[in-house]
C-alpha cells in the first residue's frame, strides 16, 4: 500500500516493536505476516515456499524488521533464497528486495513490469513529499521513517526485477512448479498472483487485503474484473497481501463486499452508507482491533479514489 505522505503524517504514531513469528499454513508453506498498524506504513504479508533450488519468497516486506525474519527463516531452513516473486511494486511488498540481493547474491527477482513507471512517476513524487516533511519536522522518529521510506525508493535497480513477468502461466521457479497470474490494471498496472498448485495455497498480494481495498494507485473497475478471475482459480487457502489466510467462502464474501462497496460509491448515496455497507459485508473478516483502521481508510479512499475526479480514474485506469 503507498498511502500519500500527508495522510501518514496525520497518523502519525510510532510502531512498536513486534516479533514477527513465521506460521505454517500448508505442508512446507509459511507465512511471515506484515503488520499493518494504524498510524504507520504497513508490511506486505509474505508467503515463503520451497524450491529445489531454495526458497521462494513471495513479497519481501518493507521495514527492516520484515525482512529480517525472512533472512532468520532461510538461516533457520539453511538453504539458500532462489527466487523471489513481488506481487507488484508498493513499497511494503518489495522494499526487502536489496538486503534480500545482499545476502543472498544468486537471487532471482520476479515481478511484472510496472515498477520503471512508478519511479518515474508515483514514487519520484512519493519522494518529493517526503523530503518536504523531513524538512518540516525535527520529531527524529518521524525524520527517520521518513528517511527509510526515501532509502529504499533511492535503493532503485535493487528493486527491480530480474526476470519480467509479461503473461500469466505456468512457470518452473526454483524448482517448484507454480501458477503465475497478472492482472492489471488493478491494484497497479500489473499485479502477479502466485497459485502453488501442490497446496492449493494462492498468494493474491494486494487484489485481496483487509481491513480494506487499499485503493491508493487502483484501477477500482480493472479490480473487480480481477476478482472475477480469481475466483476462477482453484485454490484451497488464499493468502491476501494483508490480513489473515481466507478460505474459499471468506474470499467469496470479501468479493461479494469489493462489488457492494463500488456499486455503492457509484450511485448518490452518501459515503457513510457505502461504508457501513462495507463493514457490514466485510465485517466478519475484520478482526476487532482493525475495525477502527477501516473506517478511517474508508474516510480517505471513498472521496480519493472510489469518488475520484474521472481524469485521475482514467489515468490509473490507462485510458
Ligand atoms: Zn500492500
Known sequence: MQRPARVVLALAVVATAMSLPAEEIAPGVEL??????????????????????????????????????????????????AAVINTHWHLDHIGGNPSIRRAHPAVRVWAGGALAQAQAGFLASYRAQLQAMIEQTAEPAARRTFSDEIAIIDAGPALAPDEIVTAAGPRTIAGRALELGLEGPAVTAGDVWVLDPATGVLAAGDLVTLPVPLLDTACPQGWHAALARLA???????????????????????????????????????????????????????????RGLALVLLQYYLPSSLRAAPEKTARLCGR
Open 32 to 81: 511471515l505476516a506484515g503488520r499493518f498498524v494504524q498510524g504507520t506504513q504497513p508490511d506486505g504479508n509474505t508467503v515463503v515456499l520451497r524450491g529445489t533450488a531454495g526458497l521462494i519468497v513471495v513479497d519481501s516486506g518493507r521495514h527492516a524488521e520484515h525482512t529480517q525474519a525472512i533472512l532468520d527463516l532461510a538461516a533457520r531452513a539453511g538453504v539458500p533464497i
Open 232 to 290: 476462477a482459480v482453484r485454490f484451497t487457502t488464499l493468502v491476501p497481501g494483508h490480513g489473515r489466510p481466507m478460505t474459499r467462502p471468506q474470499f467469496d464474501a470479501y468479493r461479494g463486499a469489493f462489488d457492494a462497496l463500488l456499486a455503492c460509491a457509484a450511485s448518490p448515496q452518501p459515503a457513510e452508507v457505502c461504508i457501513d455497507g462495507w463493514m457490514r459485508e466485510a465485517g466478519a473478516l475484520i478482526p476487532e482491533a482493525d
